[in-house]
Structures are given as structure tokens and as C-alpha cells.
């Protein structure tokens, strides 16, 4: 591969984002600076922390970023647990962005644990 572009778990992580944008945009005004703020940063975290990594050259550092990834993934996760039960948009609105995390955080573990074995 050439390109940070062209690993699937990065294009799954940026469909990821646009769905949390959706999904945020039924948050109450008064959530704008709150957990509005917080679930933004850690899903744009997510395909950020991959694409570095990726133009690291050594693969330390990659797997380094991959696990940054995976911690802002978990840390997205909570914030979507918290919102859902404080009610901040209908729990349907919720599905698609829980199922798109779930398929990112299983090919960021997939990838590390690749990169891990590889001598």
C-alpha cells in the first residue's frame, strides 16, 4: 500500500465520523460545548492517529498510534453509552454509529495484532 487512504479500517473510520456528525447534530444546543465537543474530537481522533501512524517509518511508532486510535475509539464508545442514557438523541439514531465503532475497533485490533506478529 502507498497510502493511508487505501487501508479499509481508515475509510471505515471516516464513514465513522460522518455518522457521528449526523448523530450529533440531534444533540441539544446546550450539549454544544459538553459532550457534543468530546464525542467530535475522539471520532475525528480516530482516522487522525491511524493516517500518522501510518507515515511513520518505523513500526513502533505505527502500532503506537494504531493503540492512540483504538484509546480514543473506547474513550468514543463511553461518550455514546453517556448520551444514551442521559437521553440526548433517540437511542435508534444511535445503531448505525455503534455498529460502524464496533467493525473499527475490531480492524484496529485486527492490525495491531498483525503488525505485532510480524517480525
Known amino acids: 500500500m502507498q497510502s493511508y487512504r487505501e487501508l479499509l479500517v481508515w475509510q471505515k473510520s471516516i464513514e465513522l465520523v460522518a455518522e457521528i456528525y449526523k448523530l450529533i447534530s440531534h444533540f441539544p444546543k446546550s450539549e454544544l460545548f ?3 465537543t468530546q464525542v467530535r474530537r475522539a471520532a475525528v481522533s480516530i482516522p487522525s492517529n491511524i493516517a500518522e501512524g501510518y507515515t511513520h517509518k518505523h513500526k513502533a511508532e505505527y502500532i503506537q498510534f494504531l493503540r492512540i486510535a483504538f484509546g480514543s475509539g ?3 464508545e463511553t461518550q455514546l453509552c453517556i448520551a444514551k442514557k442521559v437521553g440526548l438523541a433517540e437511542e435508534k439514531l444511535f445503531m448505525i454509529s455503534d455498529g ?3 467493525e473499527v475497533m475490531r480492524m484496529l485490533n485486527k492490525l495491531q495484532s498483525s503488525l505485532v506478529a510480524k517480525p
Open 74 to 76: 473506547a474513550e468514543l
Open 34 to 36: 459538553a459532550l457534543t
Open 100 to 102: 460502524l465503532l464496533s
